[in-house]
């Protein structure tokens, strides 16, 4: 049974700390996006990538998030310096995309807290 | 801006009702309309899709009603269990040049009780 495997689910950290969220697409999608969930906003695109390259990230705070995808298999978020208002559940998602169609999967997510 | 507005935001249906939750949008370059279910703890999790061409989709108990001149369409949840507790998405997609953007709606909650 094929999913996305998100690490780590939860993670508690202090204001301030670097923190790192990781994503095992599928195998075999050449699309990864990342989402973040609040109750105030609602899922909100941060990057997407399409064949490792990223295409868009024009949803993520330039200043302290980064999203990359060193190999197929791994892609990252990154937050540095961590901020309270930054408490969300983070999704990752994996597609393929061929012609039109393009079903993508979510991950379980990974709940941050940041105090 | 948001682009796909969704209501009501929770809903409560008893067992064995109809479910019915409504999604508007504005851009016309949207190609493709999926309903996510996410329940909770989870990941949302595709539940039904349509295209603008087609007016209406049925899988199972869920159907997707479609009105393009309207810009709207919705989701309808008949026979509603206790086990379609959980909130729905409603997406809308364009792809402008190969890169396939998906907008969700703000979500419904629903419950549906026995």
């Given at each position: ?115 | ?17 109809i ?42 108990r ?14 309808h949840i008949m026979d ?35």
């Open positions: 049974d094929a999913r996305v495997t998100q690490t780590p689910r939860h993670k508690v950290t202090e204001m301030g700390q670097e923190v790192t969220m990781r994503c095992q697409p599928i195998l075999g999608h050449n699309t990864v996006f990342w989402y973040r969930q609040t109750m105030m906003q609602g899922l909100e695109l941060l990057a997407y990538f399409r064949n490792r390259a990223p295409l868009d990230d024009s949803g993520m705070p330039k200043d302290r998030f980064s999203a990359e995808m060193p190999d197929a298999t791994l892609a990252t978020l990154k937050i540095q310096p961590s901020e309270p208002r930054d408490s969300a559940v983070y999704f990752c998602a994996s597609g393929f995309q061929t012609g039109g169609r393009n079903t993508i999967y979510f991950g379980e997510g990974s709940w941050l807290t940041v105090v | 801006q948001q682009q796909v507005k969704q209501s009501p935001q929770s809903l409560i249906v008893q067992k064995g009702g479910s019915i939750i409504n999604c508007a949008y504005e851009n016309t370059a949207f190609d493709y309309f999926p309903w996510y279910q996410q329940f909770p703890g989870k990941g949302p999790a595709l539940l039904i899709a349509i295209r603008p061409d087609v007016s209406e989709k049925k899988e199972g869920f159907t997707i009603s479609f009105n393009k001149s309207a810009k709207q369409f919705s989701l509603s269990q206790p086990g379609d507790s959980a909130t729905y998405f409603c997406a809308a997609r364009k792809d402008p040049g190969g890169y396939q953007k998906v907008t969700f709606g703000t979500g419904t909650k629903l419950q549906v009780i026995p």
